[in-house]
């Protein structure tokens, strides 16, 4: 979505914004492709900002949704057991919220992953899910689905049809919508007076304590905060009862919201606000320095990759995440460096990275050709993935590391 003709206007309030920096042309992050499409690829600028007046941590310029999310979506959601494990617990905490006649909507229900837990409870639920092929897996599993994007007045048709919920989901979705606006207003049509949304989201905090700055790529318009959140949903009427740290993504935020003065305000959502004041989330100042702790994380990392080339060893790329592509792109790793990267995702198989172009292994090949590095894309499986890769290191294998600080492990 360009947001230039606009001249550059916060999505949530219309304030006025320019970018602190640029990450320079950015390949669409899923767009894993085949040789014969290299010459096509899209790029586009990506230019982070912060806006001032509400707090929002966002991207620019955007590319179209449909160009994002369509029927051939990379990112399947159960490919991760712990994710699995993590989603069971979230919808433990939604049945706090709900009883056994409750409505419950998700919005980028993606494969099921979520959902599961309700409809296995033959509670009704409802998925909003625009990816097609990832939605297809979630009906074969038995879960209400439907193909199309979330807005207002999809709400207003799942009210017609459906009546009001009672509890509003969503995981890693909210901050891919740059009409923002309008998914809070269709969640304020969608949920009844007493109603309850839980989302949860990357962290701008963590981003901001660890210089995670692979968190930003196409699909993440905003990184929200407590702070951020207030601000969007108070347009709204609707306010923060609770708030809850999660390790998910490499450091993610589950909020919960209300219409105001409607349930009790939980003393953790204040603890964040003083901590995230702390952190300086709320002053511009503090995205000045991370420009400098991006580009300071960037020599240090190529740094390293060249030396051990130097050495004439390997070095092959793990777990091949939408966060790589903005690694890969912005440091500039190709295949002078890293010679390809091991995942599990069949999709992938076969296809070349977005940008740089580096080919995707099945990840069952990586211990018949054991680099003698590995660079840990996927550092937020990292538990699932040394658990499943002992022989490597056993074999005198080395990973490397680059959150929470730049290291060499084994
Ligand atoms: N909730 C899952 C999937 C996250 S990926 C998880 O946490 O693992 C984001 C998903 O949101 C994708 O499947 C994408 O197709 C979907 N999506 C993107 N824009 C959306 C919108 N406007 N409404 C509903 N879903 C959307
Ligand atoms: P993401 O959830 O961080 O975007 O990344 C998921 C990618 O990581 C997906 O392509 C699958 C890959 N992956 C592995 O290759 N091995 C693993 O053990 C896990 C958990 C994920
Ligand atoms: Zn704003």
């Known amino acids: 979505m360009n947001n230039t003709e606009k001249e550059k206007k916060c999505w949530v309030c219309d304030h006025a914004i320019s970018p602190f920096m640029s990450f320079g042309d950015m390949p669409i992050a899923n767009n894993f492709l085949n040789k014969e499409d290299f010459k096509d690829e899209y790029f586009f600028e990506m230019e982070p900002a912060f806006c001032e007046n509400c707090k929002s941590f966002q991207l620019i310029n955007q590319p179209e949704p449909e160009k994002m999310f369509h029927d051939n979506y990379a990112f399947f959601s159960g490919t991760s057991v712990l994710m699995d494990k993590h989603f069971k617990k979230f919808s433990e905490s939604v049945l706090q919220y709900i009883d056994q006649d409750s409505f419950v909507v998700e919005i980028g229900s993606n494969d099921g992953i979520m959902l599961k837990n309700f409809a296995e409870r033959e ?56 009409y923002i606006n309008s998914i809070v207003e269709g969640i304020d049509t969608l949920i009844d007076e007493d109603g309850i949304v839980i989302f949860e989201d990357p962290y701008l905090g963590d981003v901001i304590e660890k210089t995670t700055y692979d968190q930003i790529y196409d699909e993440h318009t905003f990184l929200f905060s407590a702070h951020s959140v207030k601000n969007l949903f108070g347009k709204y009427n609707m306010e923060l009862i609770d708030i809850e740290h999660q390790e998910t993504h490499g450091g993610s935020m589950r909020y ?4 105001k003065n409607t349930r009790p305000i939980n003393k953790r959502v204040e603890e964040v606000f003083l901590k995230e004041n702390q952190l300086g989330l709320t002053n511009h100042l503090t995205f000045v320095q991370f420009k400098d702790n991006c580009e300071r994380y960037r020599n240090n990392l190529l740094e390293i990759l060249k030396d051990i080339k130097k050495e004439g060893k390997s070095i092959a790329g793990y777990a091949a995440t939408s966060k790589s592509t ?34 995707i292994v099945p990840h069952e090949e990586f211990k018949d050709n054991y680099p003698d590095y590995a660079l840990l894309f996927g550092y937020n499986h990292s538990k699932e993935i040394f658990a499943k890769e002992k022989e490597f290191e056993e074999k005198g294998g080395k990973w490397i590391i680059y959150v929470p600080e730049i290291r060499v492990l084994g």
């Open 326 to 359: 903005t690694i890969t792109n912005y440091c500039g790793i190709n295949t002078d460096l890293i010679d390809c990267i091991y995942d599990t995702t069949p999709l992938k198989h076969g296809k070349f990275s977005p940008g740089t172009h580096i080919p």
């Open 256 to 259: 919960y919201l209300s219409r």
């Open 123 to 178: 509670i009704k639920h409802l998925g909003i899910e625009p990816s097609a092929n990832v939605a297809a897996v979630a009906k074969e599993r038995g879960i209400n689905t439907l193909v199309s994007f979330f807005n207002k007045e999809l709400a207003e048709q799942i009210v017609k049809e459906n009546g009001k919920a009672k509890a509003f989901i969503a995981a890693n979705v909210m901050c891919h919508i740059p």
